[in-house]
């Protein structure tokens, strides 16, 4: 069958059968169908959509373009968490220990930086000498040995979503609820998971700005997952500020070290408390979220999932002082207070300004294979909804040069915003 009759019947909001989506995926990896056609067949479904048949055959196809992690009888039950991206969202890095120091198995396999969100595997990377290249007979048998495994994606896995993703990145087709389902779902069932929990950004700093449109993403991904025989459940949480109070690489370390031994912001400490107990769940630990609520709690308290995040480290090869002493991480060449400009009350934080100054200022990627400063970033201690006096140290920036520092600056002075009267926030979790 010619390839251009595919593209005409998707074109024409027809579905497309498995052998059809078979033929393009094979085509895609072999090479044999040219890059033109296949982007205007993703240009298509970003139009017409798919049929939710056509897009649960489609997530299985690209899961199994690659090889998919399998677990032994001896391995408790697998959980992970996957969130859309937002910036200051650390949450991965406190619950991948904190599941796994309560008995879960946690193989995480998570992205890089994407546009002016942070990237999981990149604030790994600002430990001096952590891995994320591990190859899947590591990840197994690191999880089999102490449970937990933070890893990025490998050529190995999903590799049908690493080439259509790469396309449709640079062709204005990855706002598309089935195409984002199927890219994210293929990789976390290659995971061989018995239970996944959703974090599915909204707001102003998330790529769903609008709630209803998370909602169908997050629902599109939770059939997805049921109809591959993984629990899925999914939250829809709120990406209109920063997560926490850190904004950078190893300024969000730092953050979640401080939430594993119990000192971390409330807005992470709620986030990692639910998604955690969530995960217990799934996992068959607990009964219900109120007692797995307290497990979770055993866990940080005692400090346990913090004794697990000192264990990754070393396990992959990061330096594990780091836990006793966050000094150890890369630091700023240059630190400036910010200060608030009036009396009022902080109507907003706004976080996409604040991503894509970390960006601007060294800390993210503006093309694939550029080197990041892990170093720089921001603190910002104001919350919405905190009165501040005119003059007050409200956010720090951490850069490298004088030139980091101004950007910096000119970023919260843009991004942080002081009104007369308190305003309503959007839910953290709704
Ligand atoms: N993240 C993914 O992995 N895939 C998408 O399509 C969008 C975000």
Redesign the pocket.
């Known amino acids: 069958m010619l390839f251009q009759s595919l593209i005409e019947r998707k074109r024409d909001g027809q579905a497309l059968s498995e052998a059809d989506w078979r033929m393009v995926l094979e085509g895609c990896l072999s090479g044999v169908v040219p890059d033109y056609q296949l982007t205007a067949l993703l240009m298509a479904v970003v139009w017409r959509g798919l049929e939710p048949a056509e897009l649960t055959t489609l997530t299985r196809l690209m899961r199994d373009s690659g090889a998919s992690l399998t677990w032994g009888p001896g391995v408790p039950p697998r959980v992970d968490k996957h969130s ?2 937002g910036v200051g969202d650390k949450v991965s890095l406190v619950l991948a220990p904190l599941v796994a120091s309560c008995g879960i198995a946690v193989p995480m396999m998570s ?1 890089r930086g ?1 546009g002016h969100t942070g990237g999981t595997t990149d604030k790994l990377e600002s430990i001096p000498g952590f891995r994320t290249d591990l190859s899947l007979t590591e990840v197994q048998a690191q999880v089999q040995r102490i449970g937990v495994a933070m890893f990025g994606q490998s050529e190995a896995m999903a590799p049908a ?1 690493r080439k259509l ?1 790469s396309l ?1 990145d640079v062709t204005g087709s ?1 706002a598309s609820i089935p ?2 389902a199927a ?2 779902m293929s ?1 976390k069932l290659a995971e061989g998971l018995s239970g996944l929990v959703l974090d599915v950004k909204t707001g102003s700093g998330a ?1 769903m700005r609008e709630p209803a449109s998370a909602q169908a993403l997050a629902q599109a991904m939770v059939e997805l997952g049921s109809a591959s025989g993984c629990p899925t459940i999914a939250f829809v949480t709120a990406m209109d500020r920063p997560l926490g109070r850190a904004i950078g690489n190893a300024l969000e370390v730092e953050e979640a070290l401080l939430t594993l031994a119990g000192e971390g912001p409330q807005d992470l400490v709620s986030l990692s408390r639910t998604l955690g107990a969530e995960m217990l769940v799934l996992a068959q630990r607990a009964p219900d979220h109120a007692a797995a609520l307290i497990e979770v709690d055993r866990a940080l308290t005692s400090g346990r999932a913090l004794e697990k995040f000192r264990e990754l480290v070393a396990a992959q090869g990061g330096n594990p002082a780091i836990v006793a002493d966050p000094g150890a991480l890369p630091q700023a060449a240059e630190v400036e207070l910010f200060e608030a400009p009036a009396d009022g009350v902080v109507t907003a934080v706004e976080p996409r300004v604040l991503g894509e100054a970390v960006v601007a200022m060294g800390g993210g990627r503006r093309q694939l294979g550029d080197q990041i400063d892990p170093s720089v970033g921001f603190v910002v201690s104001a919350r919405p909804g905190a009165r501040v006096a005119r003059g007050e140290p409200i956010a720090s920036v951490f850069a490298r040069d004088a030139a980091g520092i101004a950007l910096g600056l000119s970023a919260l002075g843009q991004a942080v915003r002081l009104g007369p009267a308190e305003t309503t926030l959007p839910l953290l979790i709704s």
């Open positions: 859309t991206g992205g994407l979503d993703y449709r990855v195409l984002i890219s994210i990789k790529f």
